[in-house]
């Protein structure tokens, strides 16, 4: 089944234990991101990866990193969380096709940092 | 820069009735893509429609429609026979067109409660 999988699902953690949230998808997609869901303000794009070791930033980058080594994985990474960064996370892949593009979307992980 | 307006944060409709969301968004771009996407509350986002803006004739997909204007920007989704399993958050989104996959901007959703 072509799915986007993320790792874990829910995660309470504290201020500055740092935390890495996985993202695997089986659909060879070139395209990955990571988004963050908040109330009021729909989703923002947090960092995104064109292909292995692309990356650059999107719209709220800053606490998180990312790396890209293998194609099918991109794991987002807060080196020091802040409870700020609770919010509800999505990671996403994709590949060009102009007629029937779709981003794939994975579960979501609820991240609460106190 | 993109940005995309969802005016109506709730919205409540009876089963079986119709039900449009709006949504407006502004860019300079030419070429670009239009979605909807369904969030029920198990929180997965499933893409309800598709909107290239080449294309002049408005997308469907069942029940769905979308009533695409794009002088006027405008994007709405009209959802025909409201079914109790509509009940959701959707998501109006853009992507520009750069001839790669590339960022979707979200507007902020429209609640949708559909009722007996």
């Known amino acids: 089944e072509a799915q986007v999988t993320q790792n874990p699902r829910y995660l309470i953690t504290v201020t500055g234990k740092k935390l890495t949230v996985t993202c695997s998808q089986n659909?060879?997609?070139?395209?990955m991101s990571w988004y963050r869901q908040d109330p009021g303000l729909g989703l923002r794009q947090i960092y995104y990866?064109?292909?292995?070791?692309?990356?650059d930033k999107g719209d709220v980058p800053e606490g998180y990193k990312v790396s890209r080594k293998e194609k099918r994985n991109f794991p987002l990474i807060l080196e020091s969380p802040s409870p700020n960064q609770t919010s509800l996370y999505f990671c996403?892949?994709?590949?060009?096709?102009?007629?029937?593009?779709?981003?794939?979307f994975g579960p979501g992980t609820r991240l609460t940092v106190t | 820069a993109q940005t995309v307006t969802q005016s109506q944060p709730e919205m409540s409709v009876q089963e079986a009735e119709t039900v449009t969301l709006s949504c407006t968004y502004d860019t300079s771009e030419n070429n670009y893509y239009l979605f909807w996407y369904k969030q029920p509350p198990s929180r997965q986002m499933i893409l309800v429609i598709r909107q290239e803006a080449y294309k002049q004739q408005n997308a469907t997909e069942n029940r769905f429609s979308v009533n695409f204007q794009k002088a006027a920007k405008s994007f709405s989704l009209k959802i025909s026979d409201s079914q109790l399993g509509d009940t959701a958050m959707y998501f109006c989104?853009?992507?520009?067109?750069?001839?790669?996959?590339?960022?979707?901007?979200f507007g902020t959703g429209t609640r949708l409660q559909v009722t007996l």
């Open positions: 989104a853009f992507m520009a067109d750069t001839g790669t996959a590339s960022k979707l901007t």
């Open positions: 996403a892949s994709s590949w060009w096709d102009r007629v029937q593009y779709e981003q794939y």
């Open positions: 659909m060879n997609h070139e395209y």
């Open positions: 990866s064109m292909n292995v070791e692309v990356t």
